[in-house]
């Protein structure tokens, strides 16, 4: 029980490393992904991936593709821990009869998981999309074609404020800070956790998928049934679990975008919940709707997650903790 006491935090560790730097590293494309799922047919800004985050640095400058950032980075700690060592608690405990985790097992471990994060990730998506999306929202009133409206719809005085904006002129600086201050005096504690249920959607699918599969995937890997596989191959795994579970839940996903969105460009549709959200899509957009931003979500969780496996494996969370040498250095 002393082992499991002290792994804990290192798994916390290793789950607010890895968080960190995988953020950090594909924030840019997450932003592309919120910008493609929240256009509407008939007011397309952007093409594609590339092209969104192109117009984005030529119109923003190349911070303009890190808005947001600074909110992910501060949440993305605890919720990266709060997954990881919530799966690894429910895995610990649902195989103490000694008979091993079945797919179910593993599937239930996950699921708890998923529901554990969403404490952290609702809030931090709510703030990060509305500052991602900024940009989007400028672009779409300078595009020839589209009439600049110079009252956008919104639900929130402080972003009102800022981008209530002419054709011409560039957003100004809104913080996070800003917007859970005014959601709090507004709406109270629930202002922030707009969208829980269709996160809850989208995570708890995901950690059903990633995790049993990751584990899977990584066995395969294994020399023998007692050693670990290599860290590569964890890498491998992370990236491979991290994409499928990513395409596979992205309709939940683009629903997520959509009704964390507080402020809608011209004509734009407002939504009362998942049912009308999912219905209105569907309708007015198609089927393939729900796909916009898959690529850019697979190319994010790839990455992001291997990176995770790969900090379990070097085991910095252990070394801190414990002092015991890095796997890589000691090999």
């Avoid at 798994?11 to 799922?37: E, H, S």
């Avoid at 609702?122 to 999306?133: A, C, G, N, S, V």
């Avoid at 679990?241 to 507080?262: E, M, W, Y």
């Avoid at 407002?270 to 729900?290: H, M, N, Q, W």
């Amino acid at each position: 029980m002393s082992q499991q006491q002290i792994s804990l935090p290192a798994k916390l560790i290793n789950g607010g490393i890895a968080g960190i730097v995988g953020v950090t590293c594909v924030f840019p494309i997450d932003l592309a992904k919120t910008r493609l799922q929240n256009q509407r047919q008939g007011q397309q800004v952007y093409k594609n991936m590339i092209d969104c985050l192109v117009k984005t640095v030529r119109s923003e400058g190349c911070f303009g593709m890190y808005r947001g950032a600074a909110v992910n980075l501060t949440l993305v700690t605890p919720e990266k821990a709060i997954k990881l060592a919530a799966n690894d608690f429910f895995r610990y405990h649902l195989s103490k009869d000694g008979r091993g985790l079945t797919v179910f097992k593993e599937m239930l471990a996950g699921c708890s998981a998923g529901m554990c994060q969403v404490i952290i990730t609702t809030p931090m998506e709510m703030l990060k999309i509305q500052l991602q999306d900024a940009g989007r929202l400028v672009a779409q009133q300078r595009k020839p074609g589209i009439i600049p409206c110079t009252r956008l719809v919104t639900t929130n005085a402080v972003l009102s404020r800022s981008y209530n904006v002419v054709p011409s002129s560039i957003p100004r600086a809104v913080s996070a800070t800003q917007i859970a201050r005014q959601l709090l005096r507004t709406e109270g504690i629930q202002g922030l956790y707009k969208g829980l249920g269709a996160t809850l959607l989208r995570d708890v699918p995901f950690s059903i998928v990633y995790f049993p599969l990751f584990a899977h995937l990584n066995k395969l890997g294994k020399p023998s049934p007692d050693e670990t596989a290599p860290f590569y191959w964890s890498f491998i795994s992370g990236c491979a679990a991290g994409s499928t579970a990513a395409v596979a839940v992205n309709p939940c996903d683009v629903v997520k975008t959509r009704l964390q969105s507080l402020n809608k460009g011209a004509n734009e549709d407002t939504y009362t919940g998942i049912v009308d959200c999912f219905r209105k899509i569907l309708k007015r957009e198609g089927p393939s709707a729900f796909l916009k931003g898959a690529g850019c979500r697979a190319i994010v969780m790839a990455p992001l997650f291997g990176i995770v496996q790969v900090m379990y494996f070097i085991g910095v969370g252990e070394f801190i903790m414990s002092q015991s040498p890095l796997k890589l250095i000691s090999d």
